[in-house]
């Protein structure tokens, strides 16, 4: 049971550039959704989806978009990167509820030059 | 202010020591107290998780929730080098869409147990 994929591992982006951050969930999970880690900051909250086709902003959402066109995956989009963008991107997902187990990828490291 | 406030350490203590990290609350909302481990390079997984004021055990491992103080607790004894890890207390309180709940986290507490 592979639980919840992301790739890339390690990415290097120049200021500008756009890319999509892939995560794919064979749990059969309703709920899906993108964090970033900080220093300092714990994980915050990019985007979430709560099936096929819905999707809302979490708390830091500008420079991000997202779709989920399957319940098995939500990729995150950079569509201009910054350096401010730099960090590492953590996928999730769980059944109905965040008063159930979420589910991490192993994370993305980003880094934005 | 932030939500939720966790002190980021790095805390280290020595094998076989008890372990407090803790975690305080600004959002009476908040429903649901979890905590998550995380090791290097590795993304976050669920250690315990409790509804209601009081404690709950889990091996070496007790989560202590005090709702009137906005104050939840963790707990390891006998802690082990393998206990070296960041933690992470979470708290989810209702969203906007369908009832989605969702999850705020503290900063995380970076602790090291020494052999």
């Known amino acids: 049971n592979a639980g919840v994929t992301q790739t890339p591992k390690f990415q290097v982006l120049k200021t500008g550039q756009s890319m999509t951050l892939q995560c794919a969930q064979d749990m059969n999970h309703e709920y899906m959704s993108w964090y970033r880690q900080d220093p300092g900051m714990g994980l915050r909250l990019i985007h979430y989806s709560v099936g096929a086709g819905i999707t809302d902003q979490g708390e830091v959402p500008n420079g991000y978009n997202v779709s989920r066109s399957t319940t098995e995956d939500f990729p995150l989009r950079l569509l201009s990167a910054a350096p401010s963008q730099t960090s590492v991107y953590f996928c999730?997902?769980?059944?109905?509820?965040?008063?159930?187990?979420?589910?991490f990828g192993q994370g993305t490291r980003l880094t934005v030059v | 202010q932030k939500e939720v406030e966790q002190d980021p350490g790095p805390l280290s203590v020595p094998e076989g020591a008890i372990v407090s990290l803790n975690c305080t609350y600004s959002n009476s909302a908040f429903q649901y107290f979890m905590w998550y481990r995380q090791y290097s390079r590795k993304g976050p997984e669920l250690l315990m998780y409790?509804?209601?004021?009081g404690n709950k055990e889990d091996g070496r491992f007790t989560a202590q929730v005090d709702k009137s103080s906005k104050y939840i607790s963790l707990f390891i004894r006998d802690s082990q080098p393998s206990d070296s890890a960041t933690y992470l207390c979470?708290?989810?309180?209702?969203?906007?869409?369908?009832?989605?709940?969702?999850?705020?986290f503290g900063q995380g507490t970076r602790l090291t147990i020494n052999p």
């Open positions: 999730a997902s769980s059944y109905w509820g965040w008063s159930t187990e979420a589910f």
């Open positions: 979470a708290m989810s309180r209702e969203y906007l869409i369908q009832g989605a709940q969702k999850l705020v």
């Open positions: 409790t509804y209601s004021s």
